[in-house]
């Protein structure tokens, strides 16, 4: 089974950058796509990024795009999300988990088991 763990997180100011990564154990992380998904508190779960198992194909959220950008190493086992120009709407927990392998990369029924997530604060 496979699991993955999110880090990275922490407390920035507005226009600042994070790099989150999610290590993945009991399996080589390359035979999956992996996305990313955020919850801020009394929020819905939200998709952030994807990116394929090849890494030739990545998906953006339209409220990240342009500062985000995900990134995978599969000789490391981990994918990075890489988040700049960070505004205070992006505060939240970021999860990253790994596609069950449907159509779509962008709902949160498309992946597998959810790890505990990495917070992300950004103060005005």
């Known amino acids: 089974q496979v699991q993955q763990v999110e880090s990275g997180g922490g407390l920035v100011q507005a226009g600042g950058s994070l790099r989150l990564s999610c290590a993945a154990s009991?399996?080589?992380?390359?035979?999956?796509?992996v996305g990313w998904f955020r919850q801020a508190p009394g929020k819905e779960r939200e998709f952030v990024a994807a990116i394929s198992r090849s890494g030739d194909s990545t998906y953006y959220a339209d409220s990240v795009k342009g500062r985000a950008t995900i990134s995978r190493d599969n000789a490391k086992n981990t994918v990075y999300l890489q988040m700049n120009s960070l505004e205070p709407e992006d505060t939240a927990v970021y999860y990253c988990s790994l596609a069950r392998g449907s159509s779509t990369l962008w709902e949160v029924h498309d992946y597998r088991a959810w790890g505990q997530g990495t917070q992300v604060t950004v103060s005005s």
């Open positions: 009991g399996r080589t992380l390359s035979s999956y796509s």
